[in-house]
């Protein structure tokens, strides 16, 4: 089993429509180590400490979030500024983190079309997450394709929530289990709950 380490980050966490049950189902799922950011660190105070300790056993890190103003929510950058330090996340003498895995669980106000040149966003949606991509680069960790719902606000009139949640766990599942196409999930640029690589029967299969 892979060791599996999921942040959760949303601050209007009463207003969700889709990630509050995405995190329900994670926070559910044995086998993980599940964080909700927000909730232990309500005024943003990191405990650098706790959070290598937590990184230092994860061999895959999944950050959820819904995407604001084309960013992460605050208190994951926060986050980050703290608990990757030089000399331990990267830079000389910083391999804490090498040959583990970043991923993330995105969504997305607008729908997919828009993230892309001749959308209105202007730019696709993995030019906007290319902060982090560098991030894992830099501290030596992979950065597969990212699991995305599009048109979030609009989700629940289309039927989508449902199957998106569901993705969700089948997804932290075959994580967990070693079940996950990772090299498959490395050639795209995002994955749905309907476009997930190839997920094994069995591990190691």
Known sequence: MARLLVYYAHPGQKFSRVNALMA??????????FVDLYADYP?????????????A???????????????????????????????????????????????????CAGPEDAYSTGGYQHFPLRTFLAPLEQTARLCRM?????YVLYGA?????RGEVAPHVEGYATLLSAIRDDRYDWPAAEERQTVHH????????????
């Open 194 to 205: 309907d476009s997930l690589p190839l997920i094994r029967a069995e591990a190691g299969a």
């Open 43 to 55: 005024r943003h105070r990191i405990d650098v400490d706790a959070e290598q300790a937590r990184l």
């Open 57 to 107: 056993e994860a061999e895959v890190i999944l950050f959820q979030f819904p995407l604001f103003w084309y960013s992460t929510p605050s208190i994951v950058k926060e986050w980050q500024d703290l608990v990757l330090e030089h000399g331990w996340a990267y830079g000389h003498g910083g391999t804490a983190l090498a040959g583990k895995r970043m991923m993330l669980a995105v969504s």
């Open 153 to 157: 606000l609009k989700a629940a009139a």
């Open 24 to 33: 329900d189902r994670a926070r559910r799922t044995e086998g993980l180590t």
């Open 142 to 146: 992979s950065f597969p394709a990212p």
